[in-house]
């Protein structure tokens, strides 16, 4: 993995580090593991068939695993996605799933390069 492109994705990629109490090749591990995460996957089912008690969980569960791995971006699109919800404000939802699948097409090219 390439530090700086990392960092340029918005991973907070020191802070992720001190997560994993300063283990770099632990961190690194985990980062790697994130690719075969399947809540990202299980929010956009969720999104497509209008169910939105499983998409307000598993973007909930994205978002812890996104925070503790430093992932700015998809954290906080999660973060903001669960918010909507949560005050029934379903019709910025789209505006927000499709800036959570940027954010994470972003973040998931940074780690192949």
Not at 67 to 81: F, P, R
């Amino acid at each position: 993995m390439n530090k700086e492109t990392l960092i340029a994705a918005n991973v907070d990629y020191e802070n992720g580090i001190k997560r994993f109490a300063g283990n770099e090749a632990l961190y690194e591990k985990y980062l790697l593991k994130f690719k075969e995460d399947v809540h990202y996957e299980a929010v956009i089912a969720a999104f497509e068939t209008g169910d939105f008690d499983s998409l307000q969980k598993e973007a909930h569960t994205l978002k812890g695993v996104a925070g503790t791995l430093g992932l700015v971006d998809i954290y906080q699109s999660c973060a903001d996605i669960v918010i909507a919800l949560r005050s029934e404000k379903t019709e910025k939802v789209p505006e927000m799933i499709g800036l959570l699948q940027d954010a994470y097409k972003k973040t998931m090219d940074a780690f192949v390069r």
